[in-house]
């Protein structure tokens, strides 16, 4: 139980109004809430006067207000992910021997927020700001099968939505509906030579407490190195770093990213929210 309900109750509806593509009437905060009307328009009031929250006055409906986006962009600015996920993904280099991956979803593509290099293995495209299609990496399909099937539709409307680089990869909605099905099936995501001829990835999401994919951690080897057994083991190791990373994020990130794996949740934490599926380049 929080000792500081009227915090907690705040927070509540800005959640709640985060996950709504549309502004909401307060009746229907306070019923999907069970809160007390009087203490939603309270709580509304407040938000709205510090410019968390927007009223529509004439649709009788509250949506999301400036202050909340600035907040938002406030934590993209610290980059929080990756200083979060920087010493995770150097003892994932030293426990496997692989190039680690840490990449988040902008639109159709990937962007590369950190990477980690093993000794011996073979120079990469993916270096840090580095943007590539999100359909042909470990890493992208991760996110994207994170995703509500209304969402990949929107980023990818028609054929021409599909760059290749090497002939490989999804070609149209249809097969990358199909990809993305046997990467929830399989927990993780693989690509094989789709970015650089001859390497192959495996990845895992991480996810917010939504469960939507704020970032994805991949392992590249050589795909003559790529035996069941072998890519097993790196999936595990990549799980577990997304476990790591999760609880330093938030409790309920690890509990939420356990529960997608169908494991045992890890003990919790103190810190902010993360969640992960197997995703490589």
């Not at 999804?170 to 993780?188: C, F, N």
């Not at 990373?245 to 929210?273: D, K, N």
Request: proline letters at 6%.
């Amino acid at each position: 139980m929080s000792n500081a309900p009227a915090a907690a109750n705040a927070l509540d509806v800005l959640e709640h109004l985060s996950r709504h593509a549309e502004p909401v009437p307060a009746a229907s905060i306070a019923r999907d809430l069970g809160l007390p009307r009087s203490s939603v328009y309270h709580l509304l009031k407040v938000l709205h006067g510090r410019g968390y929250v927007t009223h529509y006055v004439e649709e009788r409906r509250f949506g999301l207000g400036p202050a909340a986006y600035e907040l938002g962009s406030a934590y993209q600015r610290q980059a929080p992910l990756a200083r979060v996920a920087r010493a995770v993904m150097r003892r994932l280099v030293d426990q496997c021997g692989r190039n680690a991956h840490f990449a988040t979803l902008d639109g159709r593509d990937v962007i590369y927020l950190l990477e980690e290099r093993a000794p011996g293995q073979p120079m990469l495209v993916t270096d840090v700001g580095v943007r590539l299609p999100a359909h042909l990496t470990a890493s992208g399909l991760a996110m994207l099968s994170a995703l509500p099937a209304t969402q990949v539709r929107a980023l990818y409307p028609d054929r021409a939505s599909f760059v290749q680089r090497s002939g490989g990869g999804p070609g149209s909605l249809v097969e990358l509906r199909a990809v993305l099905a046997r990467t929830r099936a399989d927990g993780h995501a693989r690509e094989e030579g789709t970015v650089t001829p001859d390497l192959s990835s495996v990845a895992v999401p991480v996810l917010d407490r939504a469960g939507r994919p704020l970032a994805a951690i991949a392992l590249t080897l050589r795909t003559t190195d790529a035996t069941g057994e072998h890519v097993a083991d790196l999936v595990a190791r990549a799980r577990t770093a997304a476990d790591d990373i999760a609880r330093r994020l938030s409790p309920t990130g690890a509990a939420r990213q356990a529960q997608g794996s169908g494991r045992t949740p890890p003990a919790r934490t103190t810190g902010v929210s993360v969640h992960t599926v197997a995703a490589g380049q």
